[in-house]
């Protein structure tokens, strides 16, 4: 809420609301003497030996009295920082920062942000504890980090200690110096509070066992997060209420926007971010990372060991989001923990990169954390093969964890007969009825058989779910807690209560393939090839759209933009990927490309024709936009959970989430750009908690954008020739009216301009029912764009 200026009269920092020389985006932490001995600072200066901080970091730059005088270069998990001194640390004479003065000296912004925090809790429990809104149950999640340590403070002083419960959730991951706060902190609570409620919620397998199992998470399978933390958050909660109908519950959490751009999307208070049930209220939404820490000073709380070493965020022992600096000190403190699953992920890693320093640097490097899957290394024998097609679906599995006809139960009611080694019988959906068969062969494989199936897109993915959970279910719980009604349950083996299912589907939507070791299993060894469904690009974009003044900023000093972009990592990141599918970035480095230097020229004269072309080249290049153009027609509204519904029910293989997370973005480009109210490719509509999107289309084209999108289908097509009345037809799924609904009759009219235009950019026969197009040979795409907008056309042509 506040900015930060250096106090350079102590040593410390100040909170104010007035322009700062600080980079906002990284905010200063204390550091204290562990974290300058396990670095070797003592080795040039002398680091008093005290609870209080030495010195300030800003990134991985180390400050005194506001002066740079030390930096931390390079480091990784196996290896340590180099450590430079400036000019301003040579001799530095290093003293404990006063923190009661500091604290004096900002406690009128500090009041103010706790006063704010508390009304919020306040609020927000009244609002909560009766009348249509009121929920089941109150929780504060604690992590044993100094945002939760901040949120408990809050809450425990506004909400009475016998109607709420604080619970951590053990991912088994943990560094002991997390273990150790949340007992401290327990004790100090229960002590204060004798009603109060600390609840430990802890998945069903142990996390080593996990990791063999789905194989080391990644930053595109991260699997952990829903199998450690979610779902045995939810379990717990579940198992207070009796396990039945899934409680409503309010959960105060640390959570801050300035922490990632996914946290920076949620709203304040929002329902069913992590789960359909859950509320989740942000109490220091707004707060930044110096905030916090001078808040646990002003209220004298504790603070995880953890960040006296130099860590800036508490969490598991190995994380694919985890920095090298992060990992090195995880690996240099806490070595217990960080050793159990740098072993697993070598035996992995050894499986794939067998050169022995290879395998150390894929480690060092990070490569794992990009991996899509670990798929077919740990799968005991368990496979599934899938033969289709638009009447039947067979399925072949090797060495089942789970009974097929058991799991079909969440879809229908089953009525089947046994006889020897096969089973038959229908599956009824509704006032469908499916046929089936599952027959044990010789070998102990066990063939499935779905018939009358009748390109029925829904069933077809629902049933190949089923297959894939019925093939894969290891009994982690990640679909129990879906369940709304209490029906199912995993373990020990699955059971449908068939009077409480109501065949809602949350099982198999909660996750890619309806099951996360599934997920895993299949996913390709060596490079996930796998990926390229239409869904697998839907996430790529953390929920962010290419927004109007992201792309003036880029294209205004592209060169500079790496180096000023004044955007969180996770923004700049989507933005990084919306551009390289525009074609505006090169696809490997951070370098602008030839189209790119062109559509700069572009954009300053006729900024809507830039948009234009965007939207032609990303229907090439992004998954996201291919489908909204070939699959979403002009002339209808939808919400942004019915698309998520449509993409789910033309089979896509993702999770909700998945997809979810890809219209999202495109929402927020639409809403954030020319392309939805001005070309009107999808207007946005707010009613109420529901956005819908309108898919209208325009006449009011570029012919600039005509021509080049012209020479992008006959590129991809590998034909030169085309026709008007290829681009209406019902099967077509590409090409000028799919990408901007214009009418028939005015593509004529812009057709016979650009014929007319000096550089003979295309030819086209328009008489006597004719409706042939010839572009030229010699020509790309890109050439096109740079002879035409030479003279910039105007921004559209009258019919």
């Known amino acids: 809420m506040y900015k930060v200026i250096w106090d350079k009269e102590i040593n410390g920092v100040i909170l104010t609301d007035k322009p700062t020389e600080i980079n906002n985006l990284i905010l200063p932490r204390p550091v204290f003497f562990e974290e300058l001995d396990l670095l070797k600072f003592n080795k040039f200066w002398n680091c008093p030996r005290t609870k209080k901080p030495l010195l300030w970091a800003n990134g991985r730059r180390y400050y005194c009295r506001g002066e740079w005088v030390a930096e931390a270069k390079g480091g990784n998990i196996f290896e340590s920082p180099q450590i430079n001194i400036t000019e301003n640390g040579k001799d530095l004479i290093i003293e404990p920062i006063n923190v009661d003065l500091m604290v004096r000296k900002n406690q009128e912004a500090l009041r103010v942000l706790e006063n704010e925090a508390m009304d919020f809790v306040e609020h927000t429990y009244k609002s909560y504890k009766r009348g249509r809104n009121k929920v089941n149950c109150f929780a504060v999640s604690f992590s044993g980090g100094k945002d939760s340590q901040v949120v408990l403070d809050i809450v425990s002083r506004i909400i009475p200690p ?91 959490e640390g959570v801050r926007a300035e922490e ?95 050169e022995k320093n290879k395998a150390l640097e894929y480690i060092c490097e990070g490569a794992w954390k990009k991996k899509p899957g670990w798929g077919g290394i740990n799968s005991n024998g368990t496979k599934i093969d899938f033969f289709s097609s638009d009447q039947r679906l067979e399925a072949l599995i090797s060495n089942p964890n789970e009974n097929f006809i058991e799991w079909s139960r969440t879809i229908g009611e089953i009525y089947f007969k046994k006889e020897d080694d096969k089973k038959y019988g229908e599956i009824k959906v509704r006032d469908k009825i499916f046929d089936f068969e599952v027959i044990k062969n010789k070998d102990d494989k066990i063939l499935v058989k779905i018939g009358k199936i009748n390109n029925d897109i829904i069933f077809k993915n629902k049933i190949e779910r089923i297959l894939y959970k019925a093939t894969y279910c290891i009994h982690c719980g990640t679909c129990e807690v879906e369940c709304p009604t209490g029906a199912l349950k995993v373990s020990p083996y699955v059971k449908i209560d068939t009077t409480l299912c109501n065949h809602c589907g949350n099982c198999l939507y909660h996750a890619e393939k309806g099951c996360f070791k599934a997920q895993a299993d299949k996913m390709i060894l060596g490079g996930g090839k796998n990926m390229a469904n239409k869904s697998g690009g839907f996430t790529k974009y953390k929920t962010f759209g290419l927004r109007r003044e992201w792309l003036f900023s880029f294209l205004t000093d592209p060169d500079k933009w790496f180096s000023t972009k004044n955007l969180g990592p996770i923004q700049a990141y989507a933005v990084i990927v919306w551009l390289r599918d525009a074609d505006v970035l090169k696809t490997k480095e951070n370098k602008i490309t030839r189209l790119g230097h062109k559509l700069k020229t572009v954009f300053f004269k006729n900024e809507r024709l830039s948009w234009e072309i965007i939207w032609i080249n990303l229907s090439h290049n992004s998954s996201l936009i291919k489908w909204y153009i070939s699959d979403v027609d002009f002339g209808n509204s939808y919400s942004t959970g019915e698309l998520v519904q449509l993409g789910l029910n033309r089979g896509f293989s993702g999770s909700k989430n998945t997809i979810s997370s890809g219209i ?136």
């Open 664 to 799: 999202d973005a495109l929402a927020n480009m639409l809403e954030t750009t020319p392309l939805g109210n001005e070309l009107k490719l999808g207007i946005i509509e707010k009613r109420g908690n529901t956005r819908n999107i309108q898919k209208l289309g325009t006449d009011d084209v570029h012919p600039i954008a005509i021509a080049y999108s012209l020479y992008r289908y006959a590129e991809s097509k590998n034909r030169r020739d085309l026709t008007i009345s290829e681009f209406y037809r019902d099967e077509q799924k590409e090409g000028p009216y799919r990408l901007f609904g214009i009418s028939k009759g005015k593509l004529e009219n812009i057709l016979r301009y650009l014929q007319e235009n000096k550089n003979g950019i295309l030819k086209a026969d328009l008489i006597k029912g004719l409706d042939n197009i010839h572009l030229r040979e010699d020509l790309n795409h890109i050439d096109v764009l740079e002879l035409l907008s030479e003279e910039i056309y105007p921004e559209s042509l009258e019919a």
């Open 260 to 354: 990632s751009a996914k946290r920076e999307s949620y709203t304040r208070i929002s329902k069913g971010t992590k789960h359909t049930n859950q509320i989740n209220a942000e109490v220091i939404r707004y707060w930044n990372s110096a905030e916090v820490f001078l808040y646990t000073f002003y209220r004298e709380l504790k603070i995880n060991e953890a960040y006296r070493y130099g860590l800036s965020r508490i969490g598991c022992g190995i994380c694919p989001f985890g920095s090298e600096w992060s990992e090195y000190i995880i690996n240099y403190k806490y070595s217990e923990v960080s050793s159990k699953y740098l072993g697993i992920l070598k035996e992995y890693v050894d499986m794939i990169v067998p």
């Open 162 to 252: 016998d109607e709420y419960i604080v619970v951590f959730t053990d991912t088994d991951m943990e560094l002991p110096s997390t273990y150790e706060n949340v007992e401290e902190t327990k004790a100090y609570y229960q002590k204060l509070y004798a009603g109060l409620r600390f609840e430990t919620a802890k998945g069903r397998l142990p996390s080593e066992k996990t990791w063999r199992i789905f194989g080391p998470p990644s930053r595109i399978h991260r699997w952990c997060c829903t199998v450690h933390k979610t779902a045995p958050y939810m379990s717990l909660i579940n198992c207070m209420f009796n396990g039945k109908k899934q409680p409503k519950i309010l959960t105060f």
